[in-house]
């Protein structure tokens, strides 16, 4: 059982930037990649950002839609994920969510392959 609880979400403005946290706690250990992924009213859910967590390179995985703008990184020493978000566009706002998959996946993308999830921290960007 994997707990994970995001933090920092908020309003900015367009250009603007963001910083979110994802507290992980239980049996960290057994995760294989920790991802956060957004999800905007009547949309489905999106991956944006994801990090293996079992490899020594700890390879890094973005949308197209965010590369060069977000970027996901790790503090194992503290069980905590984050993803630092600059130049936010109004279309980055959605619900984002941390995630954690607990065994290799074909589609690091998709949500259905994802085990335990936070319960989501608010992004708005507007002017």
């Known amino acids: 059982q994997v707990e994970l609880v995001e933090s920092g979400g908020g309003a900015v403005r367009p250009g603007g930037s963001l910083r979110l946290s994802c507290a992980a706690s239980g049996d960290t ?3 294989w990649y920790m991802a956060w992924f957004r999800q905007a009213p009547g949309n489905e859910r999106e ?6 967590v079992r490899s ?4 890094t995985y973005y949308a197209d839609s965010v590369k060069g703008r977000f970027t996901i990184s ?3 020493a503290n ?5 630092q978000m600059n130049n936010l566009k109004p279309e980055d706002t959605a619900l984002y969510y941390c995630a954690a998959a607990t065994e ?3 589609n690091v993308y998709a949500a259905r392959q ?3 999830w936070g319960q989501g921290t608010q992004v708005t960007v507007s002017s």
């Open 29 to 31: 250990s057994s995760a």
């Open 47 to 52: 991956g944006v950002a994801i990090i293996s």
């Open 56 to 59: 020594h390179f700890r390879n």
């Open 74 to 76: 790790q503090d194992t």
């Open 79 to 83: 069980n905590t994920l984050y993803l």
């Open 104 to 106: 290799v996946v074909q």
């Open 114 to 116: 994802y085990a335990y």
